[in-house]
């Protein structure tokens, strides 16, 4: 079922214009994969769908090209020098605020780039939450997205 599933989302990205996991989800419920947000955004995640701009400007979920092994820095500055809206921390855990619907696809982008003492990462629709070690390297991190994103 899973991989019906995740073969009918990449279908339903190459063959429509899907800018949402609300549309993503209406589209499998229309095509009888009955299912929560939850899973979508589940299944965004392990199949590494990340969001692209169209030529009209907006941003719609697209297959990721890049071998997520090796991440992709330059993809990643891009989507977060578009993206980003605030940075802050709070002792170990670092905020991250995006374009409403970005935040998703900035996280995914960023965990392919397997940052140093990041123990993980959860997003909504525009906000990350970053848990790192401890407190300095949350300033370090947060200094370098500064620095990539050019706030």
């Given amino acids: ?55 009209d400007g907006r941003y719609v979920y697209a297959k990721h090209t890049q071998d997520p092994q090796n991440g992709d820095m330059a993809g990643f500055r891009s989507l977060l020098a578009q993206s980003l809206l605030h940075l802050d921390y709070a002792d170990n855990i670092v905020v991250v605020k995006c374009k409403t619907g970005m935040a998703n696809a900035v996280c995914v982008s960023m965990d392919q780039l397997h940052w140093k003492g990041i123990v993980g990462t959860l997003s909504g629709d525009d906000t990350i939450f970053v848990l790192m070690r401890n407190r300095e390297q949350a300033a370090d991190f947060v200094s370098q997205l500064q620095k990539l994103s050019r706030i």
């Fill in 1 to 55: 079922m899973k991989s019906e599933r995740h073969r009918k989302i990449l279908e339903l990205i190459a063959d429509q214009t899907i800018t949402t996991q609300e549309e993503l989800l209406d589209r499998l419920s229309a095509s009888g994969f009955h299912v929560t947000q939850a899973t979508v955004s589940r299944d965004i995640k392990e199949l590494r769908l990340v969001k692209s701009q169209t030529k």
